[in-house]
């Protein structure tokens, strides 16, 4: 019962969104829900049951962590007192080291979760800990504020799960864990600038969500969603927005230069989709993440702009399971791949709301389990649905 109220709430704000483009949630309480980061406790007891009753595609997804060097016991971290990350990670003071320290937390606290042995949530405190303790000069270089976003998405998703699913971590320390992020992540993260490539904002507005859902601050939580409701639009165009994609206040970057090149615009199209499919992954797993956190917070960012995330989500896999992109897109040529995201927004579009995502389906097929990569991974594990 106690997750059927939320979920109540939910579908009631998505029909008055509809019917009355209202925004408010009277069903929002003023505090936030733990574990919230994008799973809760239903969601993780659902994939542990799905676990122990041998479903083939959590097991196979599960098995991939488990090879995973991130999942070993014997994991150890490498924390630095001060980051140091030029463009590309070049150069690569401790880059690597704390995203790969920081998905290793949270790997282990997945599995802890689905498998309730309690070495790997101590595993998780141990390397949360360990960086907790080092790093107190921040980030530094050009990349700073992107690393420190891509770090906190995954240490915020760790420390809720642990936080509040066992008692291996003592509260003063899970506390000082939070005060911690709010020190030496979110100064850097704010000293992002607005006319960057999209993936920027993206790992940004996640970042600064999940910081404020652990600390208990609705301020900077909802700062992150005002942020999403700005963001999101700018990076993937609708026919809607008019002739061309949306412009950026303050930003004297022109569409040409913003958009690679593209002089085409069709629904769906991202901002990076020229740039290359990876950097564009790494923009569309970011928001999609934020709006699976705020519909589990109980918010309406899905109900808001389904349609935009469902319609970009169908022409990149179109185009990446074709194996080639019409003349008029990107000049007939397309870079890199998608790489292991999409399932959190096909667990939502189809798994929730049945909309059809035939190329998404038949994309994610091809492409499971998921491994990911920096700020994304595990997805098919944490939010895979049946492709029917």
């Known amino acids: 019962m106690e997750h059927f109220i939320p979920n109540l709430c939910r579908y009631v704000l998505a029909l008055s969104v509809l019917l009355l483009g209202g925004t408010a949630n009277p069903c929002m309480a003023e505090s936030l829900r733990h574990p919230g980061i994008l799973v809760d406790e239903s969601m993780l007891d659902s994939t ?16 991939a962590a488990l090879s995973s060097p991130l999942s070993s016991l014997e994991y150890r971290p490498s924390p630095r007192e001060v980051v140091d990350c030029g463009p590309y990670s070049r150069p690569d003071f401790g880059c690597s ?13 997945l599995l ?20 907790a303790d080092v790093l107190s000069r921040g980030h530094k270089g050009s ?39 709010l020190l030496q992540y979110l100064p850097d993260i704010d000293e992002m600038g607005l006319c960057l490539n999209g993936n920027w904002q993206a790992s940004a507005i996640e970042a600064r969500m999940n910081i404020g859902i652990y600390n208990d601050r609705r301020d900077i939580y909802e700062r992150a969603v005002s942020e999403w409701r700005e963001q999101f639009p700018l990076y993937v165009y609708m026919a809607g927005d008019g002739a061309s994609p949306l412009a950026r206040k303050g930003c004297e970057v022109t569409t040409d230069d913003l958009w690679y090149g593209q002089g085409v615009f069709v629904s769906g199209l991202a901002q990076e989709t020229c740039r290359d499919l990876g950097h564009t992954a790494f923009a569309l797993a970011s928001f999609t993440n934020a709006a699976e956190t705020n519909w589990i917070q109980g918010g309406t960012l899905y109900v808001e ?4 995330l469902g319609k970009a989500m169908e022409l ?3 185009v990446s399971v074709s194996g080639k992109a019409p003349p008029w897109l990107c000049g007939g040529k397309l870079k890199a791949s998608l790489d292991g995201t999409l399932e959190v927004g096909y667990g939502h579009l189809h798994g929730r ?12 097929g091809l492409h499971r389990p998921s491994r990911g990569h920096l700020h994304f991974i595990w997805e098919t594990l944490t939010h895979g649905v049946p492709l029917r």
């Open 48 to 63: 542990k049951r799905l676990i122990s009753r041998r479903d083939e595609s959590k097991m196979r997804a599960l098995s």
């Open 97 to 109: 080291d704390e995203v790969r320290d920081a998905q290793a937390a949270y790997t282990h606290a």
């Open 112 to 131: 802890w979760a689905y498998q309730g042995d309690e070495r790997h949530a101590r595993k998780a405190v141990q390397i949360m800990d360990s960086w």
């Open 143 to 181: 990349n700073a504020p992107l690393q420190a976003s891509w770090a906190a998405q995954l240490w915020t998703r760790s420390a809720e799960i642990v936080r509040y699913t066992s008692n291996v971590w003592p509260e003063a320390r899970a506390k000082r864990f939070g005060a911690w992020l």
């Open 305 to 308: 702009e389904g349609a935009r």
């Open 316 to 318: 990149l896999t179109g």
């Open 353 to 364: 709301l049945g909309m059809a995502l035939p190329n998404t389906r038949k994309w994610l």
